[in-house]
């Protein structure tokens, strides 16, 4: 009887920490989705509780963002941006990190641990320097200078991370297929490449959400509202003086978290498994 009691206590105590993270991570989307839908004279009404709807939830934020505000054009900006700099950087660190992995001396991971430290250097050293770089190449307050910054600090960490999945896949399945015939790069592409399609896919997913949420560049660099992304176009163009149009700002942020929550949660066993892979040899 004892030990029943003990086990239940143990799989209740487990299943209520589970609740509480849960409960704790969901509820910034429950508010965005309360606040989102709920009428101003509801959500500014003091005496109302904020947790959920005391008037008829309403549409009007929605409508709002899609026909007074360039939310269309933000969230294409976003998206633009986002599919640039994943390409860049899938182009980059997957050689990048492949040529890490089979450097056999300790030089190939001393220079995998630099590429990695420079990703840890805070934007707010760097968008200084940057902004001359991007005033040289003519591409003040344009979107397409967010492309070219943003793979400034998603390739070393996206390398970083293939460095260490491709140290787990085995030498000699490259090497098999260089004695049927491929050359060095044919067994990269054709045997490296697929098996690490979980890795791969975990650089897009990571990139993307990056890109999407970057903010300090973003303001540094671009000003004119059809130019900026979502993160921008929110923040700003939804502020004014000490104004906050709190129903469309989470409106404008649920909708943009949305796609991507789908996309983790339609990918999240390769996600993992990317993650992870390169810790397992």
């Known amino acids: 009887m004892s030990r029943f009691v003990a086990r239940s206590a143990r799989e209740t105590g487990f299943f209520l920490g589970i609740a509480f993270f849960v409960i704790l991570a969901a509820f910034p989307f429950y508010w965005m989705v309360i606040t989102a839908f709920k009428q101003n004279s509801d959500l500014y009404n003091i005496a109302n509780t904020p947790f959920w709807f005391n008037e008829p939830p309403t549409l009007d934020h929605i409508k709002y963002l899609f026909s007074q505000t360039l939310f269309t054009r933000w969230l294409l900006n976003s998206l633009i941006i986002g599919l640039c700099v994943t390409a860049i950087t899938l182009l980059t660190a997957v050689p990048a990190g492949y040529s890490l ?7 190939g991971e001393a220079l995998g641990i630099f590429i990695f430290l420079t990703y840890l250097v805070p934007p707010t050293l760097l968008f200084l320097p940057l902004s001359r770089i991007i005033a040289e190449l003519g591409l003040q307050n344009s979107m397409w200078s967010l492309v070219l910054v943003y793979p400034t600090f998603t390739i070393p960490f996206c390398s970083w991370l293939l460095m260490g999945f491709f140290k787990a896949l085995p030498v000699e399945i490259e090497e098999a297929a260089i004695v049927d015939g491929c050359s060095l790069f044919g067994a990269f592409i054709k045997m490296a490449v697929p098996l690490s399609v979980p890795a791969i896919l975990t650089v897009v997913i ?3 959400t990056l890109t999407l949420q970057e903010f300090v560049y973003a303001l540094t660099f671009v000003s004119s509202s ?10 700003t163009d939804l502020i004014r003086g000490d104004v906050f149009f709190w129903g469309e700002i989470m409106a404008g942020a649920l909708i943009a978290a949305i796609p991507v929550a789908i996309a983790y949660n339609l990918f999240l066993d390769r996600f993992i498994a990317g993650i992870t892979g390169g810790a397992v040899k």
């Open 206 to 208: 990571f990139t993307f």
């Open 226 to 235: 059809d130019q900026k992304p979502i993160t921008l176009g929110v923040s």
């Open 101 to 107: 992995a089979r450097m056999t001396s300790r030089r």
